[in-house]
Each structure stands twice: as structure tokens, then as C-alpha cells.
């Protein structure tokens, strides 16, 4: 995980001046990455640049020290591989190295990108060509922010509020170049056209005042027709309703292509939490300083009890040496009550579970409680800025919620874990939000498919580069397996009756997410396979 920035001055500030810019970002630029801080810069005919990365070290042998300069480019990078490059020699260099390497070797960046599987937002400068490339995934994983001032051009993983500069989140619709000679802005869309491609294309064009030429031509969108489903694709869900949770699950792993889609997506999660965890240095947050080796928690799971995080935490158990702790992070606000909120209950109950699943491991629950005056106090001082340029009550109280929970104190007691797992995603490919229950009864499958595919093709403008910002201020990298694009792509893949069914016909608790709650049950997580979502709103609301 890095902190990447760049400044593009027009004004022809000199490398001083832009070094004194670089500062009033410099702060939340080093949290992200507080193992190593680089900044060059670079002078052109037409304008003065600057390039800044911080570095939190997960990938490789050795730390790669950004930014990456040769005689041809600069890079910074803010991302993980998980795919598109050899697993050999990604853990001989690391990510950002080779993708480097992959670039320049390349004339066609945006299909070298187009290649690469995980998270990312990179700045890349050709220096014989003068143009500056940048983007986010195509799920928007990781935070880039684009700000402008006059005649300056800012490109930033986190920006503070109230500064000389305006800001919004750089829409992952594809990968950006601005021809430094000309000051034409160009943008390769994706493959698949993403339904709000047209409208998030005009706001940045509107924000920037710029006329954008798309540089290729658009695809269509991804084929995601509806298919009415026959009484025979339904007949298993039929055999389910009325019953209670244990018959149901009983009934759907005895189905053998239900069992069949449940190992599947097992199997793919497992890879993806291997992928995400078991490459990085075996130092945990305070000893990775000395290089001292440690037995202490390099893994932490943001953790409600509920299912999505439940299954991540038992399955991540696989690929981590029985020695170290895991951490499960669980926050509470409502200190009227003593802090004995629904997701302290369901934390604490499920975590009796993992214990009687896996007695061998050390499964440390932080019980994380927030005053009501530290909240106040936060979320004025440093909690908005992570949250800008979003500013609506929601994003507020999640993102109160998730700094509170991804800083990991207890008291005295902080987490020293580098990673932490968190199941965002879940509810949007598998069907666990409200409306899709309202959409079922209102339209039935129709209106299903429907919702859940409006839910997904907005996932990428909506919470994913917020949540990176706010939790990488505490120096510890967001991994979302659920995102994993094998993980996305199969359960795309299936229809809508084969992953969810929200229907009354079955409690709540069991048929939103049912193939989810499935693979609990089958993992033994017999209790986590029934809990109701609930929202971390609630008590942020409630302790205002």
C-alpha cells in the first residue's frame, strides 16, 4: 500500500515552491505508507511537476522505494497483483517493480493495465512522449482523487477539506492520459462499458472544464440479460420454505449442484485470502520498524460476527501460522448502553464459535469503544478530511465507524496487525441489502436481477476508494476478497435464485446472501449462518 501524489503546475513554480504545495498533503500521503517517503520532480517547457509516494511494505523481498525514475518515466503506484504477472517473480520483486518493468516495455499501457488482477490507482509519466498516465481498478478499490486550483492540476490519494484546492474522486471508467505538450486530456475506457460511463465521463469534464476525447471506441455493455428462471431452476428453493435454518441448509448442501457451487466458491475464496496475506514481510506493525522477528498479529478481520467476515476469519485461519494471533476488530459507540451493541452481541457469539471450530488458534477480540467526545472530536479534527470530498451523512457515519474500527485500540492495547480483511462487496454480489428484498416482492426475480445488477455496476462510485482512504490512515492495508475478480467473476456468473432469496417464504437471517450463508453452514459456522445484517449507522446515529 502506498500514498501516491502528483502536482502539475502550469505556473511555472519552481521545484521549491511545489515542494512547499507537497506539504500540505504530505501528512495523510505518510500515513498510508509510513515504512519509506520519496519525492522527485521534474521540469518541462509547459509546466513543473512533482511526484510523491509513501510505502507501506507487503509485497517482495525488499522494500521497492517510490517513486520508480529512469531516464524515460516516473511511476507511483498504490496497489497489489494478484494475477497478469508470474507468482515467481512477484515475490522475488514485488508488485510495483515488475508492473513498472511491464509499462515501459510496452506501447499500449492501458492493455497492460487491462491485464493485471487487484486493486490499484497509478501516476505514470513519459518523458519522451510528455504524457501522464493515470486511473483506478475497475472497481475502484483504491482512492484517487483529482483537484484543481487554477492552473494547477492535482492527483492524490487524500486531500484535506478547506485547502486552496477543489477536489473529486477520478471515476473508474478507465485509464486517463494527459499529453503534457498540448494539454489534451484522453481517456481508454474499459472493455465492457459501465452504465454510468456517460454521466460520470461529463462530470469530470464539467469539473475540469476540459473537453475529454475518448481515445477508443466503447464496447457494449457486459451481457447481463435477465433469464426468467423455469419451475425446475426453482423447485430446490421451493423444497426450503417454512422450514426452520438448519433443515433448510441441510436440504440445499444435498442438492449436488448446490454443493457443487458451494465448494467452488470456497475454493475461490481461500485462493483469494492466500493471495492477499501470504506474501508479506513476517514483521508485524511495531517490530517491521527494527526488522525484528515476531510471533505477533499480522492479520486482523474487521469483524461484526456476521457472516461476511465470519467466513473470511475461519477461512483465512488456513494460511496463517498457528503462532500469531488474529485480530478480530470490533467496534462500539453507545456508551449509554455499556457498549453491548447487536454487533458486540453477534461479535462476541461468534466468536465462541471460531474458537470451538479452530480451539488452536488465539482468536484476539478487540472490543474497540468509542466515547461519545473522542468521536466528536475525530471526526471534526481528522475523520472529515479522510472522508472528502464525499460529505453526506452516510458517508460520515460509516466512515466514523470505520476508522474508529481499523484503528484497532482497545485501551491501551492497539492491534500491530499490517493487513486487515473486510467484507465489503459481499452484499452486493450476493444479494444482502433491504431493497433487494423489497425489489423480490415488488417484481420478483425480475426485479431482483434488476437491483442487484444496479447495485454492482455503482459499486465503483460509491464507498470502495473512501474506504481505502480512511482505512490506510492508520498505516494498514484494505484487502477485500469478496472483490477477488475470480471471486466476482463466478458469482456474476450465477443467476440471481442461485445465490440469493429474499423471500418471506424463508426467516430473515437465511435466504439474502443463501449461497454465502450456505458455505458457513458447511464450515461449520452454524450460528454465523443466520445472523441478520445489521449497519454500523445505527449506532453512530444513536450515540449522536
Known amino acids: ?79 497489489d497483483i494478484f494475477g497478469g504477472i ?12 515488475l508492473l513498472f518493468k511491464m509499462i515501459q516495455n510496452s506501447n499500449n499501457i492501458p492493455i497492460v493495465l ?15 512522449e ?70 460520470k465521463l461529463f462530470e469530470i469534464k ?19 440479460k435477465y433469464l426468467t428462471p423455469s419451475i425446475e431452476q426453482l423447485c430446490l428453493l421451493g423444497e426450503i420454505k417454512n422450514l426452520e435454518s438448519k433443515k433448510v441448509f441441510e436440504i440445499l448442501l444435498n442438492n449436488s449442484d448446490w454443493l457443487s457451487n458451494v465448494i467452488k466458491l470456497k475454493s475461490l475464496l481461500e485462493e483469494a485470502i492466500k493471495n492477499r496475506i501470504a506474501t508479506q514481510p513476517k514483521y508485524c506493525k511495531n517490530c517491521i520498524k527494527k526488522r525484528q522477528n515476531c510471533n505477533h498479529s499480522l492479520i486482523g478481520v474487521l469483524f461484526s460476527g456476521g ?43 461468534t466468536l465462541e464459535e471460531l474458537r470451538k471450530i479452530r480451539p488452536y488458534r488465539e482468536w484476539k477480540f478487540l472490543e474497540i469503544n468509542v466515547t461519545q467526545k473522542e468521536l466528536d472530536e475525530q471526526r ?42 473486510v467484507g465489503m462487496g459481499a452484499d452486493e454480489l450476493f444479494g444482502g441489502y433491504t431493497r433487494h428484498r423489497a425489489a423480490f416482492k415488488k417484481q420478483s426475480w425480475l426485479g431482483l436481477h434488476n437491483a442487484l445488477n444496479e447495485d454492482w455496476q455503482n459499486l465503483s462510485h460509491r464507498n470502495l476508494g ?29 443467476n440471481s435464485w442461485e445465490k440469493t432469496y429474499p423471500s418471506n417464504d424463508v426467516p430473515k437471517g437465511i435466504g439474502e446472501k443463501i449461497l454465502l450463508r450456505s458455505l458457513a453452514y458447511y464450515i461449520g459456522l452454524k450460528k454465523a449462518s443466520t445472523w441478520e445484517k445489521k449497519s454500523f449507522t445505527i449506532w453512530i446515529k444513536n450515540s449522536k
Open 1 to 79: 500500500m502506498c500514498g501516491i501524489i502528483c502536482i502539475v503546475s502550469h505556473i511555472h513554480d519552481t521545484s521549491v515552491d511545489l515542494l512547499n504545495k507537497f506539504h500540505i498533503f504530505k501528512k495523510y500521503i505518510s500515513n498510508r505508507g509510513p515504512d519509506y517517503l520519496g519525492i522527485r520532480s521534474h521540469s518541462l517547457e509547459t509546466c513543473n511537476l512533482l511526484f510523491a509516494a509513501s510505502v507501506l511494505w507487503l509485497q517482495g523481498k525488499s522494500m521497492a522505494e517510490q517513486p520508480f525514475e529512469d531516464d524515460k518515466s516516473v511511476f507511483v503506484y498504490n496497489g
Open 380 to 421: 471534526k479534527q481528522h475523520i472529515a478530511d479522510l472522508i472528502y470530498p464525499l460529505k453526506t451523512i452516510l458517508d460520515d457515519s460509516l466512515g466514523c465507524a470505520l476508522w474508529f474500527a481499523s484503528r484497532g485500540k482497545q485501551e491501551s492495547i492497539i492491534s500491530p496487525c499490517r493487513v486487515l480483511l
Open 466 to 494: 473512501r474506504d481505502d482512504r480512511i482505512i490506510s490512515d492508520h498505516g494498514r492495508q484494505l484487502r477485500t476478497p469478496y472483490l477477488d475478480e475470480n471471486v466476482v467473476e463466478f458469482v456474476q456468473g450465477l
Open 114 to 128: 487491462s491485464k493485471i488482477q487487484g486493486p490499484y490507482a497509478f501516476i505514470y509519466f513519459d518523458k519522451i
Open 206 to 224: 464539467t469539473f475540469l472544464n476540459k473537453e475529454i476525447i475518448i481515445a477508443k471506441e466503447l464496447s457494449s455493455e457486459e451481457n447481463n
Open 130 to 199: 510528455l504524457k501522464l498516465y493515470f486511473g483506478r481498478d475497475i472497481f475502484g478499490r483504491r482512492s484517487l482523487l483529482i483537484g484543481k486550483n487554477h492552473d494547477e492540476l492535482v492527483l492524490t490519494s487524500v486531500a484535506k477539506r478547506s485547502l486552496e484546492y477543489e477536489f473529486i474522486e477520478l471515476p473508474s471508467i478507465g485509464t486517463f492520459c494527459l499529453d503534457l505538450k498540448t494539454n489534451q486530456l484522453y481517456i481508454f475506457p474499459w472493455k465492457y462499458r459501465n452504465k454510468n460511463f456517460e454521466s
Open 307 to 349: 457472516i461476511d467476515c465470519a467466513v473470511l476469519a475461519l477461512l483465512a485461519d488456513k494460511f496463517i501460522d498457528n503462532a500469531r494471533p488474529i485480530d478480530l476488530l470490533n467496534v462500539a459507540f453507545d456508551e449509554v448502553k455499556s457498549y453491548q451493541t447487536p454487533d458486540r452481541l453477534t461479535g462476541l457469539q
Open 86 to 97: 508470474p507468482d515467481n517473480l512477484r515475490e522475488e520483486d514485488g508488485d510495483t517493480k
